[in-house]
C-alpha cells in the first residue's frame, strides 16, 4: 500500500515500486483513510504486506494514530515512513518498531534496498534478466530503464542483432553496471526511479573511459532532449519508432563507434612509431599546447617524464627572440607547413638547446587543428652556422652588417642587368641621434636602435633586406619596386622611426629620421654608386630640416625621372582638386624672450613667453604645406615641390596655399602679442605675372591686417626677372606684408639678392647652426652675416635650432629669432591656439593632440 499525499512524489513512489517489482495495490492520499483500510483489509483477507507512508512536515494526529496501529497490531504490515526530517514522532517509532523503517527524502534512492532489509526473500517475482557472454570485438551496450518488460524487450532485440547488453533499472544500478564492465554505448531512460536520464549522462560522460551515450524516451519533448543533449548525449531515441528504424539508428551508433576505436588504434601505432625514432616530437593542438611528447625530446630537453610538458603552451619551451614563438602561432593559424627552420629550445634546467625543426600542420575532424613540430639537435652544426652569422650580422641589432650588405646589393645589380625593372636603396639617418646618447647614455640609444631594427624586419617583404651601416646609419634594399608606389613605401620605413620615443629634458621627444632614396635600374653602374646617390639623398633631406624622404633619381637615367614625373604631375594635380594639402605652423621664437637655463626653455616647450615681459618682440610661426598620401601619410615638400616647379604647377600650388592660409588666419583668434605667420614663395611663381596679382588681390580680399604676413624668398631661388619680383615685392610692401631671404649664406647670390631685394629679415641657412656649436669658422660666419644684416637695419632669423647650445651660441653670435625641432615641432595650423601665448601655466598654444604624428597615424 501507498501512503503519500503529493501527487508528485506519489508518482515517484509509484514509478520506483513498479521497477522493483513491486507494484501498489493500493494509493491513498489520506492518513485517516489508510487506518481505516488496513483494518478493513485484514477483516476480507487481503492484508497487506508492506505499506510505503510519506510523512506530512508537521506530524498531525491522523499521521500519529496511523504510526500507533502500525506499532501495536500484529497483524499491520511491515513499514518505511519517508520523511523530509526527522521528527522526534517518527524517530521514536523507528527506534520501536521492528518491522518499521524511517528513510529521509535525502536518501529516497536507498529505497529499494531498505525493502530488501525487511523483505530479504520474496520481494519480487519478475524473472531476472541474464547476460549473454560477451564475444571479443562485440560491441558492448547498457540499456538503462525503470520498466522491466521494457529492459527485457530491448535486450532481446539487441542480443538477436549481434549486441552484447547489458540491463539497469536506475540511476544506481547504472552506475554499478560501468563500474563493473566498459560499455561502448549507453541507451539511457529519462525517468529513473533515483534520478534522471541527464543526470545519468553527466555522471557517465564524466567518467575516464566514457560510453557513447544516447537518450531514449517514449514521447518527444524539447526539453528533455535539450537537457541531455547538454549533459553529452550525442542521440535521441523513442520507444514509439519502429524496430528497424531503432535497429538502423544504434548501428549507425556503433559505426561511430568503430570508427574511434580504428583511429584510436592508428594513434598508438603512431606513438610508437613515434617514440622509436631519432627525433624529438611535440603534438600541439589548436592552441599551440603540448599534447603529446615522444621520448626523444625528453631525452633532449632533459625532462624524466612528460608531465610538466603536456597542456603548456609550446612558447613557454622556445629560448631567444620571439620570431620563433611568433611564427609557430602563425604557421599554427594558417595551417601551412614550415621546414628547416632554426630556434633555441629550453631544457628542464633553463640552459638553451639550438635546434633545426619542421612544423607540420595535422587536420583531425574531431577537434581544432593541430600540429606536430619534429626536431633535433643543431648544436653542432650551430657552432658553424653561429660563425657565419658573426661574419654577415650586425652583433647588437641582428641586421645584416655593411658587408655582406653590399653583396647582396651587387647581386641585385646584376639580377637588374640582367632582367631589368627596377629596385630601391633606402638610407636611413637618425636625426640628432647625439641627443638620445646625450639624454639617456649609450644603453638607452642602443635600446633603439634594437626596437627599430626588429620594426624593420617586421616590415620587409620578402627578398627584401635591412642593415646596419654604421652607428646610426641603416639600408634597406627594396627589390623589384613600382616607381608610382616608391614614395609611400619609403614613407612607410620612415614612420618607423617616428614610433620610437626618447626622454630629454624631463620631455618624451619622438625620434626622426632622413631618408634618402637611391633608384636602381639596369644602368645602375656599381655598388659605390649606389650607395653614394643614397647618401647623398639623405643629406639633401637633412639640408632641407630634418624628418624628410628624399628621392634621387639620378641624373643618367632620363626614363625613370620622366617615370616619376608623370605620376607626380598626377599626384600633383589631384592634391590641388581635391584639397589633399595640409597647412602646419612652426613657432619662430625671439630668442631674447626665452630664459638662459635650459629646464625653463624645456618646461615652458621653447616657444612660450608664460606671462614674461615680451616688450615689443614680435612671434612669427613659419607657414610650412604637406600633401596627404594615398594612406593617409604627410609627404614632406621635398619631394613634390622640385616635381611641380620642372612640370610647372608651382604657381597654382603656391596660390593655393595663399588662399587657405588667408582663410585659416580669419578664424584663428589673435592674440595681444604681435603675430606674424610666414609663407614660402617660389622662385618660379615670382616670375609668374598673373599668379603674384591673384595673391595681391586675394590678400587685399581677405580682411587679414596685411602686417600679419611674411613672405620669404628662398635666396638659391634664380629670379628670371629680377624687375618683376621687385615690383611685387614693392607693391605688397606698401600694403604691409614684409619679406624674408630664406637660406641665406648658401649660395653665390646671397649678398647680390641681399642689395637687389627689399627685405625685412635674413634666414641663415641651417647648415651653419647645426654646426656653429663644434666649428669655430660656422660661427664667425654667423657672426658677420648677424652684423651686416643689423647695419642694414635687418633681423636675423637662425633656422635648424636642435640643442640648447645652439640657442646660446645664436644668443652670443647677435641673432634674433630662432626657428628648429628642439624649440617646437611643426603643428597643425587650424589647430593653434595662439591665446595661449601669454597665459602662464595653461596648455600650450600648439595642442599636442594636433601633433604631426597624431596626424600620421
Not at 497483524?75 to 518491522?99: D, Q, Y
Not at 608606389?485 to 620612415?494: K, P, V
Not at 633631406?541 to 628624399?550: I, L, V
Not at 587650424?830 to 601633433?851: N, V
Request: hydrophobic content about 45%; overall charge negative; glycine content about 8%.
Amino acid at each position: 500500500m501507498l501512503v503519500e499525499r503529493s501527487s508528485t512524489l506519489s508518482h515517484l513512489l509509484r514509478r520506483t515500486l513498479n521497477a522493483a517489482g513491486l507494484p501498489p495495490r493500493a494509493e491513498l492520499a489520506s492518513y485517516l483513510d489508510a487506518h481505516d483500510h488496513l483494518r478493513k483489509s485484514v477483516g476480507a483477507n487481503q492484508a497487506y504486506s508492506l505499506a510505503v507512508i510519506g510523512a506530512p512536515p508537521r506530524s498531525s494526529r491522523e499521521f500519529l494514530a496511523l504510526l500507533d496501529y502500525l506499532g501495536r497490531n500484529p497483524t499491520a504490515p511491515s513499514a518505511v515512513i519517508l520523511a523530509h526530517e526527522a521528527s522526534a514522532e517518527a524517530g521514536s517509532w523507528a527506534r520501536t518498531c521492528r518491522n518499521g523503517r524511517l528513510l529521509l527524502w535525502s536518501n529516497f534512492a536507498r529505497l529499494p534496498a531498505v525493502i530488501g532489509e525487511l523483505h530479504p526473500v520474496g520481494v519480487s517475482t519478475a524473472p531476472v534478466d541474464v547476460p549473454a557472454p560477451v564475444r571479443d570485438g562485440q560491441l558492448r551496450i547498457l540499456f538503462v530503464d525503470d520498466s522491466h518488460s521494457v529492459r527485457h524487450a530491448y535486450r532481446q532485440l539487441l542480443e538477436r542483432n549481434g549486441f552484447a547488453v547489458d540491463t539497469a533499472g536506475s540511476v544506481a544500478e547504472a552506475l554499478a553496471r560501468t563500474a563493473a564492465a566498459r560499455h561502448d554505448l549507453a541507451i539511457v531512460d529519462y525517468f529513473l526511479p533515483d534520478g534522471t536520464g541527464d543526470e545519468l549522462c553527466r555522471r557517465l560522460a564524466a567518467q575516464p573511459a566514457a560510453p557513447l551515450l544516447a537518450v531514449i524516451t517514449g514521447t518527444y519533448r524539447d526539453d528533455i532532449i535539450q537537457r541531455c543533449l547538454a549533459a553529452g548525449a550525442g542521440e535521441c531515441l523513442f520507444k514509439t519508432e519502429t524496430k528497424d528504424l531503432f535497429l538502423a539508428r544504434v548501428r549507425r551508433l556503433a559505426r561511430q563507434i568503430e570508427l574511434e576505436r580504428s583511429a584510436d588504434a592508428e594513434r598508438e601505432r603512431l606513438e610508437g612509431i613515434l617514440g622509436s625514432v631519432g627525433d624529438g616530437v611535440f603534438g600541439l593542438d589548436g592552441e599551440g599546447r603540448i599534447g603529446f611528447v615522444n621520448p626523444t625530446a625528453l631525452e633532449l630537453l632533459g625532462h624524466a617524464d612528460d608531465g610538466p610538458l603536456l597542456g603548456t603552451p609550446i612558447d613557454r619551451y622556445v629560448g631567444g627572440y620571439g620570431a620563433t614563438a611568433r611564427l609557430l602561432r602563425e604557421t599554427l593559424a594558417a595551417g601551412t607547413p614550415a621546414r628547416g627552420l632554426e630556434a633555441v629550445f629550453l631544457r628542464a634546467d633553463g640552459t638553451p638547446l639550438a635546434v633545426e625543426y619542421t612544423l607540420l600542420p595535422l587536420h583531425d575532424p574531431r577537434q581544432r587543428n593541430g600540429a606536430a613540430v619534429i626536431f633535433r639537435d643543431a648544436s653542432g652544426q650551430h657552432d658553424v652556422q653561429r660563425l657565419h652569422w658573426e661574419l654577415t650580422h650586425d652583433h647588437l641589432t641582428g641586421l645584416l652588417n655593411g658587408r655582406r650588405f653590399n653583396e647582396l646589393l651587387a647581386g641585385e645589380l646584376e639580377r637588374l642587368a640582367e632582367q631589368g625593372g627596377y629596385s630601391a636603396l633606402l638610407y636611413i639617418d637618425i636625426d640628432r641621434f647625439n641627443q638620445v646618447i646625450d639624454a639617456g647614455g649609450q644603453p638607452a640609444a642602443d635600446r633603439m636602435l634594437v626596437e627599430l631594427a626588429e620594426a624593420l624586419r617586421q616590415q620587409l617583404a620578402e627578398g627584401d633586406q635591412a642593415a646596419r651601416l654604421e652607428g646610426d646609419r641603416l639600408a634597406v634594399l627594396l627589390s623589384r619596386i613600382e616607381l608610382d608606389q616608391l614614395h609611400a613605401q619609403a614613407e612607410s620605413y620612415r614612420a618607423l622611426v617616428r614610433q620610437r620615443r626618447y626622454q630629454a629634458g624631463g620631455h618624451w621627444r619622438a625620434a626622426t629620421a632622413s631618408l634618402g632614396v637611391a633608384i636602381l635600374g639596369p644602368g645602375t653602374p656599381s655598388v659605390e654608386h649606389a650607395l653614394e646617390q643614397a647618401r647623398l639623398a639623405c643629406k639633401t633631406a637633412k639640408q632641407r630640416g630634418r624628418d624628410q624622404t628624399e628621392i634621387n633619381s639620378g641624373q643618367r637615367d632620363a626614363r625613370v625621372a620622366r617615370e616619376l614625373e608623370a605620376g607626380w604631375t598626377e599626384r600633383i594635380r589631384a592634391a590641388l582638386e581635391h584639397d589633399r594639402l595640409v597647412l602646419l605652423a612652426q613657432a619662430i621664437v625671439p630668442i631674447g624672450a626665452l630664459p638662459e637655463d635650459e629646464r625653463d626653455v624645456v618646461e615652458r616647450q621653447g616657444w612660450r613667453i608664460n606671462g614674461g615681459s615680451h616688450g615689443d618682440r614680435e612671434y612669427f610661426f613659419e607657414v610650412l604645406t604637406r600633401m596627404v598620401g594615398k594612406g593617409g601619410q604627410l609627404i614632406t615638400p621635398s619631394v613634390f615641390v622640385p616635381m611641380a616647379e620642372r612640370v610647372g604647377l608651382m604657381p597654382r600650388f603656391d596660390l593655393w596655399v595663399f588662399r587657405h592660409l588667408l582663410g585659416q588666419i580669419v578664424r584663428l583668434p589673435l592674440p595681444a602679442v604681435p603675430v606674424t605667420f610666414t609663407v614660402n614663395l617660389s622662385g618660379v611663381t615670382l616670375d609668374d605675372a598673373a599668379t603674384l596679382q591673384a595673391i595681391e588681390e586675394c590678400v587685399v580680399a581677405s580682411g587679414v591686417p596685411p602686417r600679419r604676413l611674411m613672405i620669404e624668398i628662398t635666396e638659391t631661388s634664380e629670379l628670371v626677372s629680377l624687375r618683376l619680383a621687385r615690383r611685387f615685392i614693392g607693391r605688397m610692401r606698401a600694403l604691409g606684408c614684409r619679406f624674408a631671404l630664406d637660406d641665406f649664406g648658401i649660395g653665390f647670390s646671397s649678398f647680390s639678392h641681399l642689395r637687389d631685394l627689399d627685405v625685412d629679415f635674413v634666414k641663415i641657412d641651417g647648415s651653419f647652426v647645426e654646426a656653429m656649436t663644434t666649428s669655430d669658422m660656422d660661427r664667425k660666419m654667423i657672426v658677420s652675416i648677424s652684423q651686416l644684416a643689423h647695419s642694414l637695419g635687418l633681423q636675423v632669423i637662425g633656422e635648424h635650432v636642435e640643442s640648447f647650445g645652439s640657442i646660446q651660441a645664436l644668443r652670443a653670435a647677435g641673432v634674433d629669432y630662432a626657428q628648429g625641432h628642439w624649440i617646437g615641432e611643426p603643428r597643425l595650423l587650424h589647430k593653434l591656439d595662439l591665446t595661449a601665448l601669454l597665459a602662464p601655466g595653461q596648455r600650450p598654444a600648439l595642442e599636442a593632440a594636433a601633433a604631426v604624428d597624431d596626424v600620421q597615424r
